[in-house]
């Protein structure tokens, strides 16, 4: 999935943070990262400002957002084409922990 088709699918907006531009810069982030199994599909790609992204860094979402309600919330409610699975162990890893 290119890019831009992402930003606009995410209607340009952090799905972690919920912040667009001109505030922030828009990257691509891969909810599960590439080295530990993650793709390039739509299901794994999400919009994120560079702030969220680098914070995340190379941990899968369900790792970054365990402990981080808000930007959870925003980001079960804003990315429903997000792998099943993914947004299964984003609840879970919450769940486990609270």
């Known amino acids: 999935m290119k ?3 992402v930003f606009a699918r995410d209607d340009h907006r952090c799905v972690y943070c919920g912040e667009g531009p001109p505030e922030v810069e828009l990257t691509v982030d891969h ?29 899968p979402a369900w790792a970054w957002l365990r402990d981080r309600t808000p930007e959870r919330t925003r980001f079960l409610a804003r990315a429903p084409y997000v792998w099943p699975r993914l947004r299964d162990a984003v ?6 922990h609270g």
């Open 3 to 5: 890019r831009d088709a």
């Open 31 to 59: 909810v599960e990262p590439r080295r530990k199994g993650g793709d390039n599909s739509s299901g794994n790609l999400v919009t994120a400002c560079e702030g969220c992204n680098r914070s995340k860094g190379g941990l």
């Open 91 to 96: 609840r879970e890893a919450a769940r486990l």
